[in-house]
């Protein structure tokens, strides 16, 4: 616009030149047919100055609405894409839930799979064992009375119609390993956490020393995460982690540890726990999901050298 406006005022300037001119007296020979042609000439360039003016207004009307327009389009699609974005982190935050639940129920499946394999040997002792167990204790031997036994000859033999005196009730005897810790996982598969939850006491209370204690130990804790009763689900997990270091289950139970931390708000024991599984057992599964919740949380992780 400016320029147009300048191109105008340099005509209008020529123009007036061409006026004063045609004013001034002229020589005798100059003709007034000459005067007439400048003067049509300078006309000319008055209507050329004025449509190029209104050309110019009404293009820069019309780039003025475009740029409007723009100005909108991107004030709703900025709208949109926070819309979106908030969307997408809903979204995140119920898949990261659906994505536990999913993550424990295979880890049991996998469990109870291992153990089958590992055990199926032992299991087979162990049921024949108490299968003996279980004949002497309910039906004793014939003969009851030893050869190395001197009863008493002056003994009276006892009465035919007197009502046998029942003996001690046995010992209590401890459940089968593998049968109930089969029972446990059942249980907890299909959320009869209570019932699930007494079985894996067993396992530890007659079973202290067995390698399957610290799997026990550690379904307690994911029984807690599930009801989430965090600290209980702490407590738990550190109980493998400190009764049983070697236990297969060690890096789920720091995982879950520090998962449990950060729902309690305890924001720096939760990345602590985090950051030490990914020390400890680097190249686990556990490992791998503690670096994406460390990086879903803002936090640096250091690399670890590979083994």
Known sequence: ????????????????????????????????????ELQT??????????????????RFGVIQHLVEQTADNANQMSVTVNALQQKINAQSEAGNGKLDTVSGQ?????????????????????????????????????GAAPATQNPDQNAQPPDAGATPVP?????????????????????????????????????????????MAGTAQFYLGEIAYRQ????????????????????PKAPAAQLRKGLSLLQLNKRDAGIHELRLLNQRHPQTPE?????????????RITPTPAH
């Open 1 to 36: 616009m400016q320029i147009a406006q300048k191109l105008r005022n340099r005509l209008l300037t020529v123009a007036v030149l061409a006026v004063v001119l045609a004013s001034m007296p002229v020589p005798a020979h100059a003709t007034s047919k000459e005067i007439i």
């Open 106 to 142: 295979v880890q049991s499946l996998n469990d109870s799979v291992d153990e089958l394999k590992s055990r199926i040997a032992k299991l087979d002792k162990s049921v024949h064992d108490l299968q003996a167990q279980l004949q002497n204790i309910q039906s004793p031997p014939a």
């Open 41 to 58: 000439q300078v006309q000319q360039l008055l209507d050329m100055v004025q449509r190029l003016q209104s050309t110019l207004d009404g």
């Open 287 to 299: 490992a791998a999901q503690a670096r994406t919740k460390l990086n879903a949380l803002g936090v």
């Open 228 to 247: 989430q009763n965090y600290p209980d689900a702490v407590k738990a997990y550190n109980a493998v982690l400190e009764g049983f270091p070697g236990s």
């Open 167 to 211: 003996s001690a009730p046995p010992a209590n005897v401890a459940p089968p390993l593998q049968e109930t810790f089969q029972a446990g996982l059942r249980d907890y598969n299909s959320a009869h956490y209570e019932v699930a939850a007494g079985e894996f006491q067993d396992v530890l209370r007659y079973y202290p020393l067995d390698e």
